[in-house]
Structure formats: structure tokens, C-alpha cells
């Protein structure tokens, strides 16, 4: 284990998040605007997981009014308030990038049991 890494999980631990691809989550973001701050929640399906440890990130993807929105969220980010697991889906890649090109009921994926 290298110091720096060493160094930094003493100072913050890792939180469990146990997100996988195919997932469905929903994520709430706080967000400030001015002087008030909300909470806003993303739910989508993650396409995909990158990075290790304190760079991890998801790439979460919802339609919204018929237009395919994709967010990159950095896990260990402090504007993150949290992430509730929705369902798991049964996938057999590891990035999920041909959801983008499909619409409707040919984009479901198959709910794991």
C-alpha cells in the first residue's frame, strides 16, 4: 500500500457503496444556488463504474421528457447527500454503452432476483 494512500484512509474512510453496473440508484446531489442549498435526486441506470478507492465515479443515465441525460458522479464528493439502491439488473458487460442508442422497451434490462 503506497503512503499517500495509506495517509488518506486514515483521514477519511472508504464509505460501502456496493454500486454495480446495471443498477438502478437514485442520487441525491445537494446543490446551492445563492445562499439556499436543495436537494436534488438523479435516478437512472449506471452505465458505468471507474476508478478505484477515493477516484471512484459512476456514470448514471435517466430520460428526461424523451432525451437520454448522462451524469458523472464522483462518489467521495461532499455534494453527494446519498445513494439508495433501487434494483439490480442482470448484465453481462462491464460499460453499457448501447443503452444510448436504444429507446423505449428495448432499453430495459433484466431485473436480477
Do not use: C, W
Not at 85 to 92: E, F, G, T
Amino acid at each position: 500500500m503506497d503512503k499517500i494512500r495509506a495517509i488518506t484512509l486514515k483521514k477519511h474512510p472508504l464509505p460501502k457503496f456496493d454500486i454495480q453496473v446495471g443498477d438502478k440508484t437514485k442520487v441525491s446531489i445537494r446543490v446551492k444556488e445563492g445562499n439556499k442549498e436543495r436537494i436534488q435526486v438523479f435516478e437512472g441506470v449506471v452505465l458505468k463504474v471507474q476508478g478505484k478507492d477515493f477516484s471512484r465515479s459512476v456514470t448514471v443515465r435517466k430520460i428526461s421528457s424523451g432525451i437520454g441525460v448522462e451524469k458523472t458522479i464522483p462518489l467521495l464528493s461532499p455534494n453527494i447527500a446519498k445513494i439508495e439502491l433501487l434494483s439490480r439488473a442482470k448484465v453481462r458487460r462491464a460499460r453499457l454503452f448501447y443503452l444510448r442508442k436504444l429507446k423505449g422497451r428495448s432499453a430495459r434490462l433484466d431485473i436480477k432476483k
